[in-house]
């Protein structure tokens, strides 16, 4: 529901604008108005608008303007030539300062997103291990495939899904054809955390169109690929082929683990908020009974192992380790077994430690705490590049991140973008952290979409290197199907960039997250369902018909897929060539209004939220029953119970230099039939 345009200039006095009807009658024209009569013959005053005020800034786009494009970061403040030496050395610390803020803010942000990542693994952690436990409804490929997404959307990290699919391989519960749909899945789950980091630009229509755009492109491109690349798979299998032919052929050897760049820096804070036992949801999909049972939260950090041999008791001589370690007393038999002795030696340090609460309970504090410390930082963050990236400093930037090659190698800058995409993920070992610090760059306009793209695609590939190097540092064991799976994620987003980006006109992803950003920047409810239908409602619905029967599930899926396939080749014909189609096909009107528009559902969207809001009378804004209106709001409300010959005057809000001469020529004076003289008709009321 789109919000009221808000009037971020208009005094909070209004009664500074209201005269008294006595002097107002007595009242003559001053120097610079004009007397002119209306229809009726009453003196109407025409007062020239004032520039001394800022106009407010509508969110609306202007007719002819192009909405992406990237807005201005003009330098308002003073200019360095007209700084004293005061002033120039006070304006080098208040940088310094700025950035070293900034470098705070980022730091906590990466936490954060470290913190929430944890808040969702205790939450569902468990939940998704026992999802990967039925290895018979995951040989369905598109089972599999909403399952990975569903895992990594509740654990918040495609690395730890991934090596919970590694160890079921190793162990011998999962193929690798069938953890192929999985590991497709994992990747689209995993681009759901800087969606969340989008959503808290809302507050700006403009930074939210692209901010949207640019978390979702995304979301597109990993869907599209599977769209394509999951039936390829089941018919052909090349990506298992491929990757077991790349395997055996190359003799791999266990190598170094792969370097925690990133979490050198950030594990010191995050371990003293908490620390997780991951090694539990491992032990659930790997069907251990006990498992269940234990805590996520990890209470002990070092720990002494010590085996031993012990004279146990055994029911038979058949349940001896050896015949020759097999004896008896008379009354029993006994065995010599190496037994394990597990002696804990010290605590972790963090604060749940000795909070002995439940998982989920722990869960969802951190995650309410993580979630406002998120919020907390992208609103610094983006405040503190608006004030940083202006003037010359915002065209350079710009400049260097979206300028293309000189012809004839133009071409090769995007491919330039996804080898620097493919670095940063890789020294900052998270591809959700990358994007996710991208955002609120995208949403102030540093960066454009069409250069978001192959940045995004090549963070794609960068998670893989990183999964592979870590497959490479594997035991002997568990090596090979390791790497294969992790050559298979590799492949597979190679398999997608090929199909979506080389060409232009391929580059689908683009117009359909610049599609979704424009709707969502309307109707901002319509991200929220966006985010809950296609990582949650739609993997839930799928396995949920998988637990009642293939047949089921394609007796409810094929209908509905061949129903969107009809829909959007019938859009593309009404939009490109709607003369072949019959006149009531050419457009939609002939189906119930909320079928074919948002508007029905936003009317009853706000009638729905409307229970806990109301319109502020002064500002035009949405104010919350519970906190109330500005007091202006109320001042102004009691003196709108004796209107009859109150003159208002025209806040001074609308009186702007930057005000063309056409919008002025149209803020004209009027008196209404009720005897209220009014100086503009484009008041707030």
């Known amino acids: ?39 009726f013959g009453s003196p109407v005053t025409e007062m020239e608008l004032s520039s001394s005020v800022t106009v407010p ?80 409804v995951l040989s369905n490929p598109v089972v599999g495939l909403v399952i990975g997404v569903l895992v990594t959307v509740m654990v918040q990290s495609s690395s730890t899904s991934s090596s919970i699919i590694v160890s079921m391989v190793a162990s011998s519960l999962l193929t690798v054809r069938a953890a192929i749909p999985i590991i497709m899945g994992a990747n689209i789950g995993t681009t759901i955390t800087n969606t969340i980091v989008a959503l808290m630009q809302a507050g700006d229509r403009n930074k939210f169109r692209r901010a949207f755009a640019g978390a979702t492109v995304h979301d597109f491109f990993n869907w599209l690929s599977v769209f394509v690349l999951l039936p390829l798979e089941a018919a052909t299998h090349y990506l298992e082929i491929l990757t077991n032919f790349v395997v055996e052929t190359f003799h791999f050897k266990n190598g170094e683990d792969a370097p925690d760049l990133l979490k050198v820096i950030t594990d010191p804070f995050t371990k003293l908020i908490i620390q997780l036992d991951k090694k539990v949801i491992n032990q659930i999909a790997m069907k251990d009974e006990t498992a269940p049972n234990k805590s996520l939260v990890k209470i002990w950090c070092h720990t002494f192992t010590k085996v031993t041999e012990m004279n146990v008791t055994v029911p038979s001589p058949e349940n001896c380790t050896s015949p020759s370690l097999c004896f008896t007393d008379g009354l029993q038999f006994w065995t010599t077994k190496n037994v394990t002795y597990k002696e804990n030696i010290a605590k972790c340090q963090h604060i749940f430690v000795n909070f002995n609460l439940p998982d989920v309970a722990t869960g969802v504090i951190l995650l309410i705490t993580s979630l406002l410390v998120l919020c907390t930082c992208l609103v610094m963050i983006v405040k503190l590049l608006n004030s940083v990236l202006k003037g010359q400093v915002a065209s350079v930037i710009k400049k260097t991140l979206n300028t293309d090659f000189p012809f004839p190698f133009a071409w090769l800058t995007g491919y330039l973008a996804i080898f620097v995409g493919a670095g940063m993920t890789f020294l900052m070992q998270s591809s959700s952290v990358f994007t996710s610090a991208m955002t609120p760059l995208i949403g102030i306009g540093v960066i454009t979409i069409e250069r978001a793209y192959p940045l995004t695609l090549g963070s794609n590939i960068g998670t893989t290197t990183t999964a592979i190097l870590a497959a490479l540092a594997s035991p002997g064991s568990t090596l090979k199907s390791s790497l294969q799976i992790a050559l298979c994620h590799f492949f597979f987003n190679i398999s997608g960039i090929l199909l979506w980006y080389p060409i232009p006109f391929t580059r689908l992803p683009i117009r359909l997250a610049k599609g979704l950003g424009k709707i969502s920047a309307e109707y901002r409810w319509f991200a929220i369902f966006y985010m809950v239908f296609f990582f949650f409602l739609i993997p839930l619905t799928v396995f949920g018909l998988s637990l009642a029967g293939w047949q089921v599930l394609v007796g409810v899926g094929v209908p509905l897929i061949f129903l969107l396939i009809l829909v959007v080749f019938i859009r593309l014909l009404q939009s490109h060539c709607p003369w072949i189609l019959p006149r009531k096909l050419q457009n939609w009107d002939f189906l119930p209004l909320w079928m074919h528009s948002l508007k029905p559902w936003d009317h009853l969207i706000s009638l729905l939220t409307s229970c806990c809001q109301r319109r502020c009378c002064c500002r035009r804004r949405v104010c919350c029953l519970l906190c109330g209106c500005p007091k202006c709001c109320k001042d102004l409300e009691e003196g709108q119970e004796h209107p009859k010959d109150i003159p208002i005057k025209a806040p001074d809000a609308f009186d702007n230099i930057a005000m063309s001469r056409e919008a002025q020529d149209e803020v004209k004076s009027q008196v209404d039939t009720m005897g209220v003289k009014t100086i503009s008709n484009s008041t707030a009321l």
């Open 1 to 39: 529901m789109a919000p009221w345009p808000e009037l971020e200039s208009v005094n909070p006095h209004p009664n500074k604008y209201i005269e008294g009807a006595t002097s107002q009658q007595s009242a003559t024209p001053a120097k610079g108005e004009e007397t002119n009569k209306n229809a």
């Open 57 to 136: 800034l509508n969110e609306e786009p202007t007719k002819g303007e192009d909405t992406w494009d990237l807005p201005a970061l003009q330098d308002t403040g003073i200019t360095w030539s007209e700084r004293d030496t005061k002033g120039k050395i006070l304006c080098v610390f208040q940088g310094i300062g700025k950035f070293i803020f900034l470098l705070g803010f980022l730091y906590l942000f990466v936490c954060s997103l470290d913190v929430l990542s944890s808040a969702f693994q205790l939450v569902g952690g468990k939940v998704a291990g026992k999802f990967l436990r039925n290895s018979i």
